[in-house]
């Protein structure tokens, strides 16, 4: 043996390491609110879960979605105990967010997007949730959702669930480029843009051979094709501009809906992020416009 003060030190490098590492996985498992900030106006989180009305409190529920089936509500997702998800634990709302189901185990009905949130990575989902839990808690009550029979009924979600819906994230495509495989994500994933712009059946699912094709919306207002059958109109900065500004070349502006998410969302992307989508919808094949109702 060597005397104490000959002993290598790699021992304390090693246990110094160890800490850092520790301390870093801590960081990770708790999530990054700062980050999930960014995740949050990504998702479009405050467009579905604020009313639509002046000085409204943001993510404290009330908003209305009108579909077919009957109007849905946007809950509080603000940290209250009562009103909101304040009793929640990380593991409630990865399950929400993963595989649609609420604390006591029944259907959230596919209004909520997760049918596209699912995709979503842990790293995202852990950060969102620790964005959720640092807003301010708000008591405002939720509002029932107001469906017509037998719509209402989530046990009927299940066999939807079976025929249109898959848990789990996006699985990584190694064939992509970074930048179309980040905005492959973004579109399908995160910003759920399928969810109002890929028409759908009379079940209520989407039509995956018309992904991003454009027809009715979830209110039945017509939505674009944001494949390149119409999108090879557009120059990239003539997109880029639209998606950050919300004005068309020629001075208009488009309606409402799109407007509050181009305002909530895709002006508050990352120029990289705002490139890697547009990047992600060029690759797309170019898909007919849907067929006008008469």
Same mark, same amino acid.
């Given at each position: *043996?060597?005397?104490?003060?000959?002993?290598?030190?790699?021992?304390?490098?090693?246990?110094?390491?160890?800490?850092?590492?520790?301390?870093?996985?801590?960081?990770?498992?708790?999530?990054?609110?700062?980050?999930?900030?960014?995740?949050?106006?990504?998702?479009?989180?405050?467009?579905?879960?604020?009313?639509?009305?002046?000085?409204?409190?943001?993510?404290?529920?009330?908003?209305?979605? /009108?579909?077919?089936?009957?109007? &849905?509500?946007?809950?509080?997702?603000?940290?209250?105990?009562?009103?909101?998800?304040?009793?929640?634990?990380?593991?409630?709302?990865?399950?929400?967010?993963? $595989?649609?189901?609420?604390?006591?185990?029944?259907?959230?009905?596919?209004?909520?997007?997760?049918?596209? &949130?699912?995709? *979503?990575?842990?790293?995202?989902?852990?950060?969102?949730?620790?964005?959720?839990?640092?807003?301010?808690?708000?008591?405002?009550?939720?509002?029932? $959702?107001?469906?017509?029979?037998?719509?209402?009924?989530?046990?009927?979600?299940?066999?939807?669930?079976?025929?249109? &819906?898959?848990?789990?994230?996006?699985?990584?495509?190694?064939?992509?480029?970074?930048?179309?495989?980040?905005?492959?994500?973004?579109?399908?994933?995160?910003?759920?843009?399928?969810?109002?712009?890929?028409?759908?059946?009379?079940?209520?699912?989407?039509?995956?051979?018309?992904?991003?094709?454009?027809? /009715?919306?979830?209110?039945?207002?017509?939505?674009?094709?944001?494949?390149?059958?119409?999108? /090879?109109?557009?120059?990239?900065?003539?997109? /880029?501009? &639209?998606?950050?500004?919300?004005?068309?070349?020629?001075?208009?502006?488009?309606?409402?809906?799109?407007?509050?998410?181009?305002?909530?969302?895709?002006?508050?992307?990352?120029?990289?992020?705002?490139?890697?989508?547009?990047?992600?919808?060029?690759?797309?094949?170019?898909?007919?416009?849907?067929?006008?109702?008469?």
């Amino acid at each position: *043996m060597l005397p104490n003060d000959r002993q290598p030190r790699h021992g304390g490098v090693v246990v110094f390491g160890l800490v850092v590492w520790m301390l870093a996985a801590t960081a990770s498992a708790q999530g990054d609110a700062q980050r999930g900030s960014y995740i949050a106006k990504a998702a479009g989180c405050v467009g579905c879960h604020t009313e639509a009305k002046e000085g409204a409190p943001a993510y404290a529920g009330g908003r209305a979605l /009108k579909t077919p089936f009957g109007t &849905f509500y946007g809950p509080n997702i603000t940290p209250d105990p009562q009103a909101g998800i304040g009793r929640w634990t990380e593991a409630d709302f990865v399950r929400a967010m993963r $595989h649609g189901e609420r604390r006591d185990g029944s259907n959230y009905f596919p209004a909520f997007p997760y049918p596209s &949130f699912t995709g *979503m990575t842990d790293q995202d989902l852990r950060d969102l949730w620790a964005y959720l839990r640092s807003l301010p808690a708000n008591s405002r009550a939720n509002q029932p $959702h107001d469906l017509g029979f037998p719509y209402g009924w989530r046990i009927l979600v299940t066999p939807w669930k079976w025929m249109f &819906f898959t848990p789990g994230p996006l699985a990584a495509d190694p064939q992509l480029a970074p930048a179309v495989a980040r905005g492959r994500y973004l579109v399908q994933a995160l910003a759920h843009c399928g969810e109002c712009h890929t028409p759908r059946n009379f079940l209520g699912g989407l039509r995956k051979d018309r992904f991003l094709a454009g027809g /009715k919306g979830p209110d039945r207002k017509s939505v674009p094709n944001l494949t390149p059958t119409r999108l /090879k109109k557009w120059s990239d900065g003539e997109l /880029k501009d &639209f998606l950050t500004t919300g004005m068309y070349s020629d001075g208009d502006i488009p309606a409402e809906a799109m407007a509050e998410v181009i305002r909530n969302t895709t002006s508050q992307l990352t120029p990289q992020d705002l490139d890697a989508v547009i990047a992600y919808v060029r690759s797309l094949p170019p898909l007919p416009e849907e067929p006008k109702e008469k």
